[in-house]
């Protein structure tokens, strides 16, 4: 079976370079038959890496169409924690149920904007971000560490924090295994960005 990408991904440089957005609606389908419809406008900055990481981990690579799914999913998670934040405030407007009166499926917020339920929780939404970097070829120790780091960042984030304690252990040991070849080139990155920090404000200062 067939998986990636309906078509080319075409993307603008959002202002400030920060991110980039998507100029056509696009389907990635992935290799056990899942799909999701990334509309034109979305907005992604690929992979989150860690400016001291960058020397292990390209924001580009085997896994930015992971990246790209994988933020898809975070903005729907994040969207629906926002709305039931309000749904908790009193300021929503009601719930949409399914035919069946039994599961929320939407929320209507009070300026009429309907918020989906999410596709994916967070705990499967990253475990995917890991399964497609490696379907497209992602190694196993580079997917570890962004699997790693996603997990760390979803522990962070209210929306993406339900069901972390389910994937602690295998975050926990994986780190502290990719500590042995990741610790001493971190230090030696974050002691050269200090340096070059220090250069660039000597230079500032020689020049006024």
């Known amino acids: 079976m067939s998986y990636g990408f309906d078509g080319p991904v075409n993307v603008n440089l959002d202002v400030g370079g920060a991110s ?6 696009r389907v990635y389908t992935a290799k056990q038959g899942d799909s999701w419809r990334i509309p034109a406008g979305f907005r992604t900055d690929f992979a989150t890496i860690p400016t001291v990481l960058s020397w292990a981990i390209a ?10 799914v994988h933020d898809l999913l975070c903005e729907g998670l994040n969207k629906w924690h926002r709305a039931v934040q309000e749904v908790i405030a009193g300021t929503h407007d009601g719930f949409v149920w399914d035919d069946a009166r039994e599961n929320v499926i939407q929320i209507r917020l009070a300026d009429g904007t309907l918020v989906d339920r999410p596709t994916a929780s967070a705990v499967d939404a990253d475990q995917l971000f890991l399964r497609i970097a490696r379907d497209h070829g992602a190694d196993p120790v580079s997917a570890e560490i962004l699997y790693v780091g996603v997990r760390l960042g979803a522990l962070a984030n209210p929306a993406r924090r339900a069901g972390w304690p389910r994937t602690a252990p295998r975050v926990v040991g994986s780190g502290l295994l990719l500590l042995i070849p990741l610790f001493i080139p971190t230090v030696l990155a974050v002691v050269g960005r200090g340096l070059l920090a220090l250069a660039r404000i000597v230079v500032r200062l020689i020049r006024r």
């Open 59 to 68: 924001k580009l690579g085997l896994w930015t169409l992971a990246a790209i």
């Open 20 to 25: 980039v957005v998507l100029t056509k609606e």
